[in-house]
C-alpha cells in the first residue's frame, strides 16, 4: 500500500483545514487508517484512527476530541481528517498511516505498517 497525504498548509489558530491521503491498491478498506503527527523535536503522536471496513469505529487523542474528524472513502481509496478550531499546538508534520493494530495497540506507531510521507500544518497564533 503507498499513501500519498495532502491538504497541509498555513492557517491562523481557530481556522480549519482538512487533509487527504490516497492509497493505491485493492486492500484499502482492509486497513484500520490512523493519523499521526510529529512536531518538531517532539516524538510521533497518535491524532486519530478509523477502523477498517465502513470506518464505524474511530479514535481520537484527548487533545483533538471534539475539534477533529477522520473518515474514509472505500470507493476512493481515501481517509480524511478535518481539523476544526486549530491551535497553535496543533502545528506539526502530519501523517496517514494504514496497518490491522488490535485495539490495545490502536495510539502505537509502531503498529500500522504503511506510512505516507507526511504534510505540514502551521497555525499562527
Known amino acids: 500500500v503507498q499513501l500519498q497525504a495532502s491538504g497541509g498548509g498555513l492557517v491562523q489558530a481557530g481556522g480549519s483545514l482538512r487533509l487527504s491521503c490516497a492509497a493505491s491498491?485493492?486492500?484499502?478498506?482492509?486497513?484500520?487508517m490512523g493519523w499521526f503527527r510529529q512536531a518538531a523535536g517532539k516524538e510521533r503522536e497518535f491524532v486519530a484512527s478509523t477502523s477498517r471496513g465502513s470506518g464505524g469505529i474511530q479514535y481520537y487523542a484527548d487533545s483533538v476530541k471534539g475539534r477533529f474528524t477522520t473518515s474514509r472513502d472505500n470507493a476512493k481509496n481515501e481517509v480524511y481528517l478535518q481539523m476544526n478550531s486549530l491551535k497553535a499546538e496543533d502545528t506539526a508534520v502530519y501523517y496517514c498511516?494504514?496497518?490491522?493494530?488490535?485495539?490495545?495497540?490502536?495510539?502505537?506507531?509502531?503498529?500500522?505498517?504503511?506510512w505516507g510521507q507526511g504534510t505540514q500544518v502551521t497555525v499562527s497564533s
Open positions: 498511516a494504514a496497518g490491522r493494530p488490535i485495539t490495545s495497540s490502536i495510539m502505537a506507531p509502531s503498529a500500522y505498517y504503511y
Open positions: 491498491g485493492r486492500t484499502f478498506s482492509t486497513y484500520v
